[in-house]
């Protein structure tokens, strides 16, 4: 390929050159874009059962940082908002369904924004993370021993 087709590229892709140690992420069918700009602060993967159904899977996986720090930067108009609970928001792509964001106004997280790691584009390896909620796992997910909680495990906790 010429330089010249090079400089074509690069101007094509212009996020490409920002923030060298920004994380990316985007949505199913790549409309949805966002940066992530700061440091993952906290990483949980939450058992809930409103986890559940928002991501269709046994669980959902979250790196949380600062909201400011969070850059949504295309196909915002493509994002829908869905109230699971009073004062809390979670987001999605309105073209595939992708979950994107969980958001509460009112707490100790209010200025936060936890967003949902599966959608992440770069490499992200985080120094250390917790799972919650596991009294909600359902009896079809086997643990990493294959082990399933069994029909009897406690079922309803649910914090979101
Ligand atoms: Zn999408
Ligand atoms: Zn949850």
């Not at 440091?39 to 899977?57: D, L, P």
């Not at 609970?85 to 309105?94: A, K, L, M």
Request: aromatic content about 8%.
């Amino acid at each position: 390929m010429s330089r010249i087709g090079h400089n074509v590229i690069a101007n094509m892709h212009p996020h490409t050159t920002e923030t060298s140690n920004a994380l990316l992420g985007s949505c199913l069918c790549g409309s949805v874009r966002y940066e992530v700009r700061s440091e993952v602060k906290a990483v949980a993967h939450c058992h809930c059962q409103m986890c559940q159904k928002a991501h269709g899977a046994a669980f959902g996986s979250y790196g949380s940082v600062p909201s400011d720090d969070f850059l949504v930067t295309a196909g915002i108009e493509l994002m829908r908002g869905y109230n699971s609970s009073p004062g809390v928001q979670r987001t999605f792509c309105g073209a595939c369904g992708s979950t994107l964001t969980w958001r509460e106004s009112q707490g100790a997280w209010s200025s936060w924004t936890s967003f949902s790691l599966g959608t992440l584009d770069t490499l992200f390896i985080p120094e250390k993370h917790r799972h919650v909620h596991l009294a909600s796992r359902p009896c079809w997910h086997l643990d990493s021993e294959g082990v399933s909680p069994g029909a009897s495990a406690a079922r309803g906790e649910s914090h979101q």
